[in-house]
């Protein structure tokens, strides 16, 4: 005679171990890796382009590229991220892949491009989809929203109340606008030095392991990017998201007759706002793209990208990426920075002193260049002494152990003395002047601001 409760529980067994092996035909899976892509790739251009000639170089190139590039990273990182009930999900490697080709193809909406694939052979096939066979609109939206971390679409709330201080148009054409921040240059430094950034609680985590483990990396191992001593380049680039900022009342003020109200509006991009931009001389909506790139590598690869709102100034646009970096990738050491002129701020050199990095950042004048040194000269704009005659003065070398930088009379002959008709020494060696970097790291810091470097 059988026992009902030794059958129940086999039967329990059984569904369970079924139910266990359906999850694991149903999650995305990619068993053969990126072999299996360029199998697919070989195999499918064999047949549907037979002959090689029909197509061009530039296509040819970008095959290649996408040939090389191993995306089977993405397939580990999310695969729990997919249900194990419903249809089975497409491969989330080839969903990348296919989203990266859209932007070397130059198809910038993704309706065009789930079109494209269904009638052109060699998108489908490149991207890994079987021809016939590719994901709608829907299924790249669904693929994007799963690498981003967060139940919220936005890093800050949609209501919120209105900027009391608006970016304004510099008066010079080509200029950039004036900082709109509340908080100052060095009040950022002292606040983001004493923080420290983890990348679990950021929304864009997943993003950025995934630019980090198939991009950053493949760099440093292929020795294009040195990260044990890197020179670092950075600046802003505006995003423009929509032609104005859409924003609307929630309140009854408007219905009382109060059209200046104060209060808090709707924002559909809370993240963006409105900037300017300097290129292209006009206002836009959108982001501010703060991007870190490795300037002593070829073509500039990037190691740090962060999206500010539009109205952010690069002084603190630099900051908030190149801190968040140093916690990212605590294995990058940087030595050497180099900024344009929005960066030329006392904080940013007393920062370099401090923890040893190379400064090569563009003075801006209106910040103030021709300081007076030692009561009788004055320092110009390229870091030079110029002397009481007006003469700027010969660079007679450097002391690096004491960090400051010598300067001798121009007119000045050991043989003969000094030429000038008012002399500012009786030695023959002429008028001796060494700028210490203490005195005004800004101006005078090294390499110096009149050498080669």
Request: hydrophobic content about 30%.
């Given at each position: 005679m059988?026992?009902p409760s030794k059958?129940?529980?086999?039967?329990a067994?059984?569904?369970k171990?079924y139910f266990?092996?359906e999850?694991?035909?149903?999650?995305?899976?990619n068993?053969?890796?990126?072999?299996t892509y360029?199998n697919?790739?070989?195999?499918?251009?064999r047949k549907?382009?037979?002959n090689p000639?029909?197509l061009?170089?530039?296509?040819w190139?970008?095959?290649?590229r996408?040939?090389?590039?191993?995306?089977s990273?993405?397939d580990?990182?999310?695969r729990s991220?997919?249900?194990?009930?419903g249809?089975?999900?497409r491969?989330?490697?080839?969903m990348?892949?296919?989203?990266?080709?859209?932007i070397?193809?130059?198809?910038t909406?993704?309706?065009d491009?789930?079109a494209?694939?269904?009638?052109?052979?060699?998108?489908?096939?490149?991207?890994?989809?079987?021809?016939?066979?590719?994901?709608g609109?829907?299924?790249?939206?669904?693929?994007?929203?799963?690498l981003?971390?967060?139940?919220?679409d936005n890093?800050?709330?949609?209501?919120?109340?209105?900027?009391?201080?608006?970016?304004?148009k510099?008066?010079?054409?080509?200029?950039k606008?004036?900082?709109?921040e509340?908080?100052?240059v060095?009040q950022?430094?002292?606040?983001?030095?004493?923080k420290?950034?983890?990348?679990?609680e950021?929304?864009?985590?997943s993003?950025?392991?995934?630019?980090q483990?198939?991009?950053?990396?493949?760099s440093?191992?292929?020795?294009l990017?040195?990260?044990?001593?890197l020179?670092?380049a950075?600046d802003?680039?505006p995003?423009?998201?929509?032609?104005?900022?859409r924003r609307?009342?929630i309140?009854?003020?408007?219905?009382?007759?109060?059209?200046?109200?104060?209060?808090?509006?709707?924002?559909?991009?809370p993240?963006?706002?409105?900037?300017?931009?300097s290129?292209?001389?006009?206002?836009?909506?959108?982001?501010?793209?703060?991007m870190i790139?490795a300037?002593?590598?070829?073509s500039?690869l990037?190691i740090?990208?962060?999206?500010?709102p539009?109205s952010?100034?690069?002084?603190h646009?630099?900051?908030e990426?190149?801190?968040?970096?140093?916690s990212?990738?605590?294995?990058f050491h940087v030595?050497?920075w180099?900024?344009d002129?929005a960066?030329?701020?006392?904080?940013?050199?007393l920062y370099?002193?401090?923890?040893?990095?190379s400064?090569?950042?563009?003075?801006?004048?209106?910040?103030?260049?021709?300081?007076k040194?030692?009561?009788?000269?004055?320092?110009g704009?390229?870091?030079?002494?110029?002397c009481?005659?007006g003469?700027?003065?010969?660079h007679?070398g450097?002391e690096?152990?004491?960090a400051?930088?010598?300067?001798?009379?121009?007119l000045?002959?050991r043989k003969n003395?000094?030429?000038?008709?008012h002399?500012?020494?009786?030695?023959?060696?002429?008028?001796t002047?060494?700028?210490?970097?203490k005195?005004n790291?800004?101006?005078?810091n090294?390499?110096p601001?009149?050498s080669e470097?």
């Amino acid at each position: 005679m059988t026992n009902p409760s030794k059958n129940a529980a086999l039967r329990a067994l059984i569904y369970k171990s079924y139910f266990r092996l359906e999850a694991i035909f149903l999650l995305p899976v990619n068993t053969g890796g990126h072999s299996t892509y360029q199998n697919f790739v070989v195999e499918n251009l064999r047949k549907y382009y037979p002959n090689p000639d029909a197509l061009s170089r530039s296509t040819w190139d970008i095959i290649d590229r996408f040939w090389n590039l191993d995306l089977s990273y993405t397939d580990e990182l999310m695969r729990s991220r997919y249900s194990v009930f419903g249809p089975r999900p497409r491969t989330p490697s080839c969903m990348q892949r296919s989203y990266l080709l859209s932007i070397d193809f130059k198809v910038t909406l993704l309706t065009d491009w789930a079109a494209q694939l269904k009638i052109n052979p060699l998108y489908a096939i490149l991207s890994g989809f079987e021809v016939g066979d590719t994901p709608g609109v829907g299924t790249f939206y669904d693929f994007l929203n799963r690498l981003w971390d967060s139940d919220s679409d936005n890093l800050n709330p949609h209501v919120r109340p209105v900027k009391s201080k608006e970016v304004k148009k510099p008066k010079q054409k080509g200029a950039k606008a004036e900082s709109v921040e509340k908080t100052t240059v060095e009040q950022l430094f002292k606040t983001l030095e004493q923080k420290s950034f983890s990348i679990d609680e950021h929304p864009y985590g997943s993003l950025f392991r995934l630019y980090q483990k198939e991009f950053l990396e493949q760099s440093v191992k292929r020795e294009l990017i040195t990260p044990e001593s890197l020179a670092v380049a950075g600046d802003g680039t505006p995003v423009m998201t929509s032609h104005r900022e859409r924003r609307k009342r929630i309140c009854d003020c408007a219905e009382k007759g109060i059209t200046d109200c104060k209060c808090d509006r709707y924002f559909s991009q809370p993240d963006c706002d409105i900037g300017w931009d300097s290129s292209r001389d006009c206002f836009y909506h959108g982001y501010d793209l703060y991007m870190i790139v490795a300037s002593d590598s070829d073509s500039d690869l990037p190691i740090f990208p962060l999206l500010n709102p539009a109205s952010k100034h690069d002084s603190h646009g630099f900051l908030e990426t190149y801190f968040r970096m140093k916690s990212f990738l605590p294995d990058f050491h940087v030595n050497k920075w180099l900024l344009d002129s929005a960066h030329d701020a006392m904080p940013y050199y007393l920062y370099c002193r401090k923890n040893g990095i190379s400064p090569f950042i563009d003075l801006n004048e209106k910040r103030g260049i021709k300081v007076k040194y030692k009561d009788d000269f004055t320092i110009g704009k390229d870091g030079v002494p110029v002397c009481l005659a007006g003469l700027k003065m010969n660079h007679d070398g450097t002391e690096p152990s004491k960090a400051r930088i010598k300067y001798r009379c121009p007119l000045a002959s050991r043989k003969n003395g000094c030429s000038c008709a008012h002399p500012c020494s009786d030695s023959k060696y002429g008028r001796t002047v060494h700028l210490a970097m203490k005195d005004n790291p800004r101006l005078i810091n090294f390499p110096p601001r009149d050498s080669e470097a």
